[in-house]
């Protein structure tokens, strides 16, 4: 097995060190702000869902209102889907990294374990 590298004292040179040899990783907090974002881009969407069911009644008129209360139906639906969707699959990567994690932590104290035989 190869030999570790040794690591810097100090807790910033640590940090630090940690990021390089990716012992720590950062993209679970990169996650939540892609999430965030996600959630921005489909807050956008639901807006635009909202003119275009303004739109529609303004376009057809009379019989064009009903038409655009469906569209809005639709259209909110849509969203909500999609704000699902995106929470699941923002939650499925961070779960990814915190099984990373723990198998760190299992890994450190198997190592620790067989250094005390």
Do not use: N
């Amino acid at each position: 097995m190869r030999r570790p590298t040794q690591r810097p004292q100090g807790s910033g040179g640590r940090f630090f060190w940690d990021l390089l040899t990716f012992e720590r990783l950062i993209t679970g907090a990169l996650v939540h702000l892609v999430y965030w974002a996600g959630l921005g881009i489909i807050g956008v969407m639901a807006f635009g869902v909202l003119g275009a069911s303004i739109g529609v009644a303004i376009r057809e008129g009379g019989w064009g209102i009903l038409l655009a209360f469906g569209v809005l139906a639709v259209g909110l639906l849509g969203v909500f889907v999609a704000v699902l969707l995106w929470r699941a699959f923002c939650e499925f990567y961070v779960t990814i990294f915190k099984i990373s994690e723990d198998l760190s932590v299992l890994r450190q104290d198997v190592e620790r374990e067989r250094a005390g035989r």
